[in-house]
Structures are given as C-alpha cells and as structure tokens.
C-alpha cells in the first residue's frame, strides 16, 4: 500500500504536523502539497492536513475531499481557535462530510500560530472575525508538544 500525506498551508503551520505524520509512516510513501494536485487513486490511504479558513477547511482542501473514493482518511488541520472549540468542531465536520465518499478513520487537531501582519489585518475588520478572540493563545504553536500526540494518536490507528 501507497500512502499519500497531502496538505494545504498558507504559513506553514499545517506542513509542520504533515512532515511528522510522514515521518512517522512506514509503509511506502509520499508528501505532496495540494497544489501539486496529486491522484487520490495512486494512493491505498491518504492524510488530508488543512488550515481553517473563515470557519471552514481552506478552498484548495474543499475542493480535493471530494475526489478521495473508497478508501480510507486521516483528517488533520491547524487553526487559531482553542484546540476543542465548537468552531472547529464545526469546520471538521464539514471536512468530513465533504470526505464522505472515503472512510474517515481519525482526525486531529491542533492550534497554528497566525503572523503578526495577518493578525492586525483581522484585528482591523469590523466585525472582527470570531476566531482573533483566541489567536494571541496561539502563539508557538504547533510545538512539540502537539506534534507528539499527533504521532502518538495516529500511531494507534490502524491503517
Ligand atoms: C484569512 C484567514 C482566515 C482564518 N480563518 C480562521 C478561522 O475561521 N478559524 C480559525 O480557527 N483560524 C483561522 N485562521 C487561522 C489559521 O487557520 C491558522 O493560523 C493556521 O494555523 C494556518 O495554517 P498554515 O500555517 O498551515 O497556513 C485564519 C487565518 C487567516 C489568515
């Protein structure tokens, strides 16, 4: 079996958590970026990492989640809002709804640090978008600590 660990990122913060689930895969593999618009059908299992954008997977990943037939998923995505939020409760689920015709087996994640001028540029929309609220607790991350129970989370299903 082939596995395929594609992301979406903007800054980075997703690339970090999809090179650690590469790393830690040990059947055969690739790490592809969702702009290289790889072949779900070359692959027997795929991760789909994400960011979270205006409450909902970034549009690249939208677009792709639909293409994965009968086979199975591991959703993971970076986000400001508070790790266990209802917001990205939410923004999983539509990922997953949109995964529908594939197996979704686990998801994770986990908050992403924001840049500074991104940060003021939402800071200074009105209404201020709901997830700036908790963008300054995202700082750091994702740190080592996140990227520790992602491996450790994915390490306990079985693919
Ligand atoms: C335009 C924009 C919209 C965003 N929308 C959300 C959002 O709706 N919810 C959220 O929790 N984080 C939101 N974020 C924060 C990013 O999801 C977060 O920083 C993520 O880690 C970025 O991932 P990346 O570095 O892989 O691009 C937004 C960031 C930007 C720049």
Redo the contacts with the bound molecule.
Sequence with gaps: MKVLVVYS???????KLAEALYDTIRYRKELKSITDKPDPEDYGFIAVGF?????KPDSATMEFLPQIRDKEVFLFA????AKNSD??HDAMKVAKELACNARTIGTFSCQ???PAE?MEK?AAQSPQ?P?LADAPS?KGHPDKKDIRELVDFFNKLTI
């Excluded at 960011?51 to 409450?55: M, R």
């Design positions: 990122t903007k800054t980075k913060n997703t690339l960011w979270i954008k205006d409450g970076t986000h400001a809002s917001s990205v992403g640090e924001i991104m939402a978008p997830w995202a």
